[in-house]
């Protein structure tokens, strides 16, 4: 189960979402069939699982096998490493994080930021563990992660490594509870953005980042805004998981500001972009975020039903439904005990 900063029952038509990521997918997959020889197909499937982020999760688990076995098979220890960085990605979308942890570690000891033939990996595998500490709710570890990448991207001058993991720490600033450092590093990140469509996609997280630090702040004209912003421009872009984060801190701003109607839509378009990535119920924050509906919305034996559905233990490893989700963390557990309370005590509330 995951809570990174951060899918209620209906369905809309997918043509509003996931237009350009599924055909940008798709041109991807392609190049791995016509791929003629073990070499150009290795090298089609990385990239196509650099896009994990818009990936059907079976599909991923498919393409992460092929890229293990052909990278080894290469013997290449660079496509090895690249390899192991899908490997651990896969398993951050399964919610295993510990396994994730244990795979990234070795490839970012082994890929020196001071050489320029492993420097894209130390960012890409230092960001990445970063990424999975602070889903594990270990703030300090990832901002210490967070602080060395920004440094080691200013001293090798790599703006997207700057930028990007500036806004990260303005994120986990805001986990944290501090909106103002939050934000501040989430200016610092846009003001080092230029104008080019790959970094739309930065400047769309940067954006949302700001409008939960605008939530928090209790300025709702301030936070659907900068939403609005951020969710257009992940439309457009080739990142569905975070276009569904996105619309699910749309929708719990919506709902903080009383409208109730736009706060449903934005829960069903997220509905339909997880759906797109078979991770549907699988994300704590989306989850509740349905919670909170169904009781603004006066439905809390919906809201209660919910959330005995989610409480289900079990071995990831012996799961009988590929799509079966465990909720086995002592803390994930807790937080759906505590809407639970939060629902029967509901009618003694509306009675006063």
């Known amino acids: 189960m995951h809570r990174f900063a951060a899918s209620l029952l209906f369905i ?30 290795l090298t089609a499937i990385l990239n196509l699982c650099n896009e994990f982020q818009s990936l059907n999760r079976d599909t991923f688990d498919l393409y992460t096998i092929q890229a293990k076995q052909l990278a080894y098979k290469s013997g290449d220890e660079r496509k090895i490493k690249l390899a192991a960085i899908v490997i651990a990605n896969n398993y951050y979308r399964w919610g295993w994080m510990d396994s994730a942890m244990s795979v990234i570690a070795p490839v970012l000891e082994n890929s020196p930021v001071e050489q320029s033939d492993s420097r894209d990996i130390y960012f890409k595998a230092g960001r990445q563990k970063a990424i999975y500490l602070g889903s594990k709710s270990k703030y300090p570890e990832a901002l210490e992660m967070l602080y060395q990448l920004v440094k080691n991207g200013e001293k090798y001058q790599d703006t997207m490594a700057i930028s990007s993991n500036m806004n990260s720490i303005g994120s986990i600033e805001l986990l944290r509870g501090k909106p103002f450092e939050g934000m501040e590093w989430c200016r610092k990140a846009l003001h080092l953005i230029t104008k080019t469509t790959h970094v739309d996609q930065v400047k769309a997280s940067v954006y949302v980042n700001m409008s939960e630090a605008f939530k928090i702040l209790n300025k709702p004209d301030s936070a659907i805004s900068y939403s609005e912003k951020g969710v257009a421009l992940f439309r457009n872009g080739n990142n569905l998981m975070s276009l569904a984060l996105a619309l699910q801190r749309q929708s719990d701003i919506f709902l903080k500001a009383k409208n109730v109607d736009k706060a449903a839509h934005a829960l069903i378009e997220m509905i339909a972009v997880r759906k797109l990535l078979n991770d549907g119920e699988m994300w704590t924050d989306d989850n509740m975020s349905v919670v909170n509906l169904y009781i603004e919305a006066n439905a809390v034996d919906k809201a209660i039903d919910f959330c005995n559905k989610q409480l289900i233990s079990g071995n990831l490893y012996h799961r009988t439904d590929s799509a079966q989700v465990f909720v086995n963390d002592i803390g994930q557990r807790l937080l759906y005990y505590q809407a639970l309370a939060r629902c029967y005590k509901y009618p003694q509330i509306k009675e006063r």
């Open 12 to 41: 809309i038509a997918f043509s509003l979402v996931g237009k350009p990521q599924t055909g940008h997918i798709d041109s991807l997959k392609r190049l791995v069939h016509q791929a003629n020889s073990d070499e150009k197909k």
